[in-house]
């Protein structure tokens, strides 16, 4: 079982900044993609960024040139810096894993969930 812990969400002003972590932990073989989606209200769930194992990144073009994706391998950890935010980058921010428990399986591991409210 893969427990997937979230934290750093929280409530700032447009322009600024927050960031976010991540840590899956339990039987872990390895972790191969690791990421953030989130979900503005009455809105669908949407990819935020994602970073494979060798450190290849993607994001979204809404949050690209001001958000930052990034891992440490060593903790199992990734973070979300999120810099400049916009009112439109408010919602529950969710953290996913692609944990391997064996050689040869995985599984995709997703976090509760962190709010995050950017006011005008």
């Known amino acids: 079982q893969v427990q997937v812990v979230e934290s750093g969400g929280g409530l700032v002003q447009a322009g600024g900044s927050l960031r976010l972590s991540c840590v899956p932990s339990?039987?872990?073989?390895?972790?191969?993609?690791m990421g953030w989606h989130r979900q503005a209200p009455g809105k669908q769930r949407e990819l935020v960024a994602v970073i494979a194992s060798g450190g290849t990144t993607k994001y979204a073009d809404s949050v690209k040139g001001r958000f930052t994706i990034s891992r440490d391998n060593a903790k199992n950890t990734v973070y979300l810096q999120m810099n400049s935010l916009k009112p439109e980058d408010t919602g529950i921010y969710y953290c996913y894993n692609q944990v391997s428990t064996t050689a040869s399986s995985s599984t995709v591991y997703w976090g509760q969930g962190t709010q995050v409210t950017v006011s005008s």
């Open positions: 339990g039987r872990i073989f390895s972790i191969n993609d």
